[in-house]
């Protein structure tokens, strides 16, 4: 069961342009959604992410939208540039101390993009 | 640099062989998450320690094992090895069990022929 769903695979963008990249969560627990990078032959490095008592949240070029009636939230690259080709992943996991349980990230299966001179 | 350490960084073996994986997380870090990423299944969650007790297991074969260590550094034992367990292994750590930011090693390329 797939409780993190990502859209697109892949995304070609021109420079300068917009890259939306969405995801769409099933499990209504989740209350923390990161957005990670992952460049070819690294880790991926946390980038931006949002609780969803907030329907934005902006740093930089990046921003995360988030519908929490809708289970959805997406990610925003402004002025896309050639260095921001890389996959990108969502995530969910629950933020909320309940006493119990791990705190482990759900991932969106991701999108690479690849933004073009 | 995420300050999480991986060692090795290439590993090859054959099938039916054992290796071993080590992680160590930012100076400070209690909670150690390992997780798989292959091609097709993307980046799945493993298993967690926190404080050298585990926490949480995810899509994690009986024949793999973890253990977290009193100086903090994890190790991932991977038994029975088959052609399917090739995949990138990332470690990740966090502070604790409350917050979520997870800060993510190089990885780990285990090949196996």
């Known amino acids: 069961q797939q409780q993190v769903k990502q859209s697109p695979q892949s995304l070609i963008v021109q420079k300068g342009g917009i890259s939306i990249i969405n995801c769409a969560y099933e499990?209504?627990?989740?209350?923390?959604f990161p957005w990670y990078q992952q460049f070819p032959g690294k880790g991926p490095a946390l980038l931006i992410a949002?609780?969803?008592?907030?329907s934005e949240k902006k740093e930089g070029r990046f921003t995360i939208s988030f519908n929490k009636s809708a289970k959805q939230f997406s990610l925003h690259i402004m002025d896309s540039q050639p260095g921001d080709s890389a996959t990108y992943f969502c995530?969910?996991?629950?933020?909320?101390?309940?006493?119990?349980?791990?705190?482990?990230?759900?991932f969106g299966k991701g999108t690479k993009l690849s933004v073009i001179p | 640099d995420s300050g999480v350490t991986q060692t090795p960084k290439h590993l090859i073996t054959a099938t039916g062989q054992r290796v071993t994986l080590r992680c160590s997380p930012r100076?400070?870090?209690?909670?150690v998450y390992w997780y798989q990423q292959s091609l097709d299944q993307g980046l799945q969650f493993l298993i967690q320690?926190?404080?050298?007790?585990?926490?949480a297991k995810g899509n994690i074969l009986e024949r793999f094992s973890a253990q977290q260590f009193p100086d903090l550094h994890s190790e991932l034992n991977l038994s029975s090895l088959e052609l399917g367990d090739s995949a990138l292994y990332f470690c990740?750590?966090?502070?604790?069990?409350?917050?979520?930011?997870?800060?993510f090693g190089p990885g780990t390329r285990l090949t196996v022929l």
């Open positions: 320690y926190y404080n050298g007790e585990e926490r």
């Open positions: 990740a750590s966090s502070v604790g069990l409350r917050e979520n930011e997870q800060f």
């Open positions: 100076s400070g870090d209690l909670s």
């Open positions: 949002i609780r969803p008592d907030v």
């Open positions: 995530a969910a996991s629950k933020m909320r101390y309940s006493g119990a349980g791990s705190y482990q990230l759900t």
């Open positions: 499990n209504t627990a989740f209350d923390y």
